[in-house]
């Protein structure tokens, strides 16, 4: 069974760091486009960033450049979030997904149609 379990969610104040894990069961992630979304309440799953199967190429949403850094470890079979400089607007639940076609490019656009496994979800809150 395909599975992804998202950790390291929490509270944490504004302008601090948190760093999100996703571990992979099942299968192994190395030829998968990985990505990290987030939904806030009331509001739509966006995308947050994404990773090429290399590791070679990341996309970010505009929101969070500069700030947010997405990695993998394809031996370990894990994906990692460190999120910088936090902001209120970044609470919402974080989710990890993995791509729904093996080996695909990765483009300019991290899109939610394109991955089909995606972990339970992790909450972040920011807040003083």
């Known amino acids: 069974q395909l599975q992804l379990e998202e950790s390291g969610g929490g509270l944490v104040q504004p302008g601090g760091s948190l760093t999100l894990s996703c571990a992979a069961s099942?299968?192994?992630?190395?030829?998968?486009?990985m990505g990290w979304f987030r939904q806030a309440p009331g509001k739509e799953r966006e995308a947050v960033s994404c990773?090429?199967?290399?590791?070679?190429?990341?996309v970010y949403a505009d929101s969070v450049k500069g700030r947010f850094t997405i990695s993998r470890d394809n031996a370990r079979n894990t994906a990692t979030l460190q999120m910088n400089n936090l902001e209120p607007t970044g609470t919402a639940v974080y989710y990890c997904?993995?791509?729904?076609?093996?080996?695909?490019?990765?483009?300019?656009?991290?899109?939610?149609?394109?991955?089909?496994?995606w972990g339970k979800g992790t909450q972040v809150t920011v807040s003083s």
């Open positions: 997904g993995a791509d729904s076609l093996w080996n695909r490019q990765l483009g300019t656009r991290c899109q939610k149609a394109d991955f089909s496994t």
């Open positions: 990773i090429s199967v290399t590791g070679g190429k990341t």
């Open positions: 099942g299968f192994t992630l190395d030829f998968y486009i």
